[in-house]
């Protein structure tokens, strides 16, 4: 045995397949330095929430054999002790595992039961690699296997860290509902096929898209309640080999306690053990939420195009300069990068879709997989909802001319008309306004088709954002007119 700790020097340990070197100041031991060798495949480590999702399980799990007399009290207390630090993130730089490892998550869930087993082998008096007083499968993993644990952490983890992004999604809802209110009596062209369709408020734009974002809020809340089913206890297959038969039952009440969590026991742990569907749903909510928040990025850099050749009817705060050849320039910086986001959420899930169909037989083996990418899209959502809030949102503003400019001169009242005029001598008008280049009330004032005090109320701004009561004596008198007779007959 060399000097613990000294740089560059080893111990020695011994596993089924032989003796291996692990350095000599490492918490883990053999079996995650045969991983670390092997599995070198991204540079990517495992999400702190996932080791504090481990920690959280070992110390529920030493508690529930404590309780069931499988583990020594001084044993069972410094196993808990030492999956605590765990749990509080304090020895994260001992997980040191590849995301991409060997299936179901065998070497994320050793190196954990070999930092316990370490640090709590120091805290009875015993030293690194030495397991004679706690060993990582005989105590640590009691009762355990990779394939119950790893389900399990998976879930943890998302449970974390959709708070946060539930919390992100409410407050860009906030944003968009307080300039709803700000500008909810500002006409503005509405657009379908990118053509002018009829008028809108960016009130009830930007309502509308802080009630998409609450949908997807509500979609997120909806995946939490199978995400707190877990299957501790069923062990390798489900079926609870080598798991006390309370086990189950006294490990996930003891876990609810710590990760303070409703978390209940899974209806059925062989399913737990394969069936990758409540990650799965998480993921597609993200996906949903993804794609709503990459349409709502897609309009903003439309609304603020130009500014002088393009729509112009937003101006985003400027977060950089635009252009390293054009001077001045700026672009909307922060809603592409938001949808690069979304385009990467919506790549995770499909790849999680993929290997949640692998799950042969009695387990899935691309868990890991499964986990890393969706704790990356909670994770990356998070932040960029963050970012397009507070950088983009926040401080953007209506063009209130421009808008007004673009409405007064389009032909989009032309729909509320054709109630009184009929379709065919509405349709008629808007190909004469841009035959000559004239605004379309010009037009029906010329043909006196309509009386200006009445086609001032037809056309009022804000009485074309809503529905109307058609005035049926109005449209009777206009039609009765020979004036109107004799435009449809013409056309």
């Known amino acids: 045995m060399k000097r613990r700790g000294s740089r560059g020097r080893t111990r020695m340990e011994r596993d089924s397949l032989g003796r291996k070197a692990v350095p000599a100041g490492a918490l883990y031991g053999i079996f995650t330095e045969r991983a670390r060798q092997t599995f070198s495949l991204s540079g990517l480590r495992a999400h702190p929430a996932f080791i504090r999702s481990l920690g959280m399980i070992k110390q529920a799990a030493a508690e529930a ?11 069972a207390r410094a196993i808990e002790w030492a999956a605590d630090q765990v749990r509080a993130n304090r020895v994260d730089s001992a997980f040191v595992l590849d ?7 065998t070497p994320h869930h050793m190196n954990a039961n070999e930092v316990i087993a370490n640090l709590a082998n120091e805290r009875l008096g015993g030293r690194r690699g030495a397991y004679d007083r706690v060993h990582p499968n005989n105590h640590v993993n009691l009762g355990q296997s990779s394939n119950d644990v790893t389900p399990t952490a998976a879930r943890l983890t998302a449970l974390q860290l959709l708070t946060p992004l539930a919390e992100e999604i409410r407050r860009l809802e906030v944003a968009f509902r307080a300039h709803g209110r700000a500008a909810a009596r500002v006409v503005k062209p509405g657009r379908t096929h990118l053509q002018d369709a009829v008028p809108i408020t960016f009130g009830q734009v930007f309502t509308g898209y802080a009630e998409a974002l609450a949908r ?6 909806l995946c939490r ?15 609870g080999i080598t798991a006390h038969p309370r086990f189950g039952r006294l490990v996930a009440r003891a876990l609810a306690r710590i990760a303070r969590l409703p978390l ?13 569907v409540p990650l799965v ?17 897609m309009d903003l850099r439309l609304l603020a195009s130009g500014p002088h050749t393009g729509l112009g009817e937003l101006i985003l705060p400027a977060v950089e300069p635009g252009s390293s050849i054009m001077p001045g320039k700026i672009n909307p910086s922060v809603p592409e990068a938001v949808q690069m986001v979304c385009f990467q959420v919506m790549g995770n899930d499909a ?3 993929r290997a949640a169909e692998a799950g042969e037989l009695e387990l899935n083996v691309m868990t890991p997989l499964i986990a890393f990418d969706l704790w990356r899209s909670l994770e990356l959502l998070t932040h960029a909802l963050r970012l397009l809030r507070s950088r983009c949102v926040e401080g953007l503003r209506v063009d209130r001319r421009r808008a007004r400019a673009l409405v007064e001169g389009s032909l989009i009242e032309a729909t509320a008309l054709s109630p009184y005029l009929g379709y065919d001598v509405a349709a008629a008008l808007v190909k004469e306004a841009l035959a000559r280049g004239r605004p379309l009330r010009e037009v029906v004032l010329g043909r006196r088709l309509v009386d200006p005090a009445a086609l001032d109320r037809l056309l009022a701004p804000a009485a074309l954002t809503r529905p109307q009561r058609l005035d049926a004596r109005l449209r009777r008198r206009i039609q009765r007119t020979p004036a109107f007779r004799a435009f449809r007959q013409h056309i």
């Open 65 to 75: 054999n404590g309780r069931l007399g499988l583990l020594p009290p001084r044993l």
């Open 264 to 276: 209940r026991p899974a209806r059925s742990p062989v399913e737990t053990t394969w069936n990758m």
């Open 281 to 297: 749903r998480c993921s597609a909510a993200l996906r949903d939420l993804a794609l709503t928040v990459s349409k709502i990025c």
């Open 99 to 105: 995301v991409f490892q060997a299936g179901a998550g």
């Open 216 to 221: 997807c809020r509500r979609g997120l809340t």
């Open 351 to 353: 790849t999680v879709a």
């Open 225 to 239: 309640g199978d995400l707190l089913e877990v299957g501790l206890g069923g062990t390798a297959v489900g079926t």
